[in-house]
């Protein structure tokens, strides 16, 4: 299997350009055994480097069509921590999404206190490789807009295509756990990536009783998700004055001056 920055970031942008995104984006799942955690995490901010380069090489491709300064990381299980990892290296980093993440070698449970992007962290309920309560810790720690979203019934291996020997079940099947997975991040991804303001009460709102999740949310000031408190974040805030949803710090149903007070109390630009 080609291991290059660039079958990585291709094998992610099949499944975000889809939905018209065009934020840098890199995924690392398979990986070799007995790796280096921490070379792993920065070959996965060298792969998003080679994508914004690609983005900015008039002779590629991808020419224009990478968006350098909304990065974005995922993994799974020890992929998962070194994406925790390498959003700890690299502030660039935007959107982090660790699923059913390993505690890495160095602690990419330790790490998540370094991480202020916005993170859904997603497990299965079912895992029995890498338990749930491996990453309550680890969503403890994140300083950003954080979630930590439950697949009911979901298993470690049931984040991967296709089955492979001696790994766990859970009791959905696998189909039913990757929708789940791809539409969980799709919408964070959409929200965190590209901007798309539309998916936010998809994102922090209440889940709907048929969606197969149970989620837990802590939303923060930073409300683009960036690791800053600033003027940006001050612009979403103000647009959404007096109503519900993106801004409502409190969870009172309104943005108001409750919420301008938390706000300006956590400028941090």
């Known amino acids: 299997m080609d291991s290059s920055p660039r079958s990585r970031c291709i094998r992610a942008r099949r499944h975000t350009s889809q939905r018209g995104d065009s934020s840098s984006f890199c995924r690392r799942h398979r990986v070799r055994s007995s790796p280096s955690h921490s070379a792993l995490a920065a070959d996965m901010v060298s792969s998003l480097d080679w994508l914004a380069a690609e983005g900015a090489d008039a002779a590629s491709p991808w020419a224009g069509a990478v968006s350098s300064d909304r990065r974005g990381a995922a993994g799974h299980s020890m992929g998962g921590g070194c994406a925790v990892l390498a ?19 160095p602690s990419s449970v330790a790490a998540a206190a370094s991480v202020r992007c916005a993170t859904r962290l997603i497990v299965g309920s079912q895992d029995t490789i890498v338990p749930p309560s491996t990453d309550v810790p680890m969503y403890a720690n994140l300083q950003g807009p954080a979630q930590f979203v439950s697949i009911t019934g979901g298993s470690h291996c049931g984040f991967i295509d296709s089955a492979i020997p001696f790994c766990d079940s859970g009791s959905i099947t696998r189909a039913q756990q990757l929708a789940t997975v791809r539409r969980e991040m799709t919408e964070f991804l ?3 990536l590209k901007g798309d303001g539309s998916q936010w ?3 922090w709102g209440t889940p709907p009783a048929d969606a197969g999740i149970v989620q ?14 600033d003027g940006e974040d001050l612009g979403i805030l103000l647009a ?13 149903g309104t943005v108001d001056g409750a919420d301008l007070g938390l706000f300006l109390a956590a400028w941090r630009p």
Do not use: E, F, K
């Open 87 to 105: 959003a700890r290296q690299d502030p660039r980093i935007h959107a982090l999404v660790p699923m059913a993440a390993a505690d890495t070698n």
């Open 190 to 192: 959409l929200l965190y």
């Open 201 to 203: 009460n998809a994102v």
């Open 216 to 229: 837990q949310s802590r939303q923060t000031p930073d409300l683009n998700g960036n690791g800053r408190v």
């Open 240 to 252: 959404a004055w007096g109503q519900a949803g993106r801004g409502d710090l409190d969870g009172n």
